[in-house]
């Protein structure tokens, strides 16, 4: 009871602490979180109060303002982290404002998650994600990391093309059928 009480109080601590790079990341990793060096975790994130040691942050990662991330879906007495659903945010991951990342994901190096995107499966290394339609829409190759500017980061965006239906994959060399 005294340790859930002591994660509850660290997490909402962390939630308004001031240093997103030092003190917010700290708390975290007093919590039991798995945290990275050079993590920015912005003001009113929630990472899980009951499992944060199935949490791991990645080197060189921002996570934006408001992203809850969520470890279990389970009601009534608190379970063991068995029950729970690790998440894993690997080096250089660029995580947008008001994201919801849920039980179970593995986002993987470079990707950059769009704000206010429901991550509900595993995420590509190296991809720009984001919803509605959940599916990569570019090929990251300069991660949006500390090292690099925002204009190298969009530059190096390699949108992926969507086919229309009826119409041919963008490098298709075929003519549209009608």
């Given at each position: 009871m005294l340790e859930q009480l002591s994660q509850r109080l660290l997490s909402k601590i962390a939630m308004v602490a001031p240093g997103g790079e030092s003190l917010r990341p700290a708390l975290h990793r007093m919590r039991g979180v798995k945290v990275g060096?050079?993590?920015?975790i912005s003001q009113y994130v929630y990472i899980?109060?009951?499992?944060?040691e199935v949490i791991s942050i990645g080197n060189n990662s921002s996570i934006g303002l408001r992203t809850s991330i969520i470890t279990h879906f389970y009601w009534g007495p608190r379970r063991s982290s068995e029950h729970a659903g690790p998440v894993v945010i690997e080096d250089d991951v660029f995580i947008g404002p008001h994201c919801v990342i849920l039980p179970g994901v593995k986002i993987g190096r470079g990707a950059v998650i769009k704000a206010g995107t429901v991550v509900s499966r595993n995420i590509p290394a190296g991809t720009f994600w984001s919803t509605p339609a959940p599916e990569p829409?570019?090929?990251?190759?300069i991660p949006l990391?500390?090292?690099?500017?925002?204009d190298?980061?969009?530059?190096?965006?390699?949108?992926i093309?969507?086919?229309r239906p009826g119409q041919p994959a963008a490098n298709s060399s075929k003519p549209p059928t009608n």
């Open positions: 060096e050079h993590v920015w899980d109060e009951l499992h944060p829409l570019a090929k990251v190759s990391t500390w090292e690099h500017e925002y190298e980061f969009m530059k190096g965006l390699q949108m093309r969507k086919s």
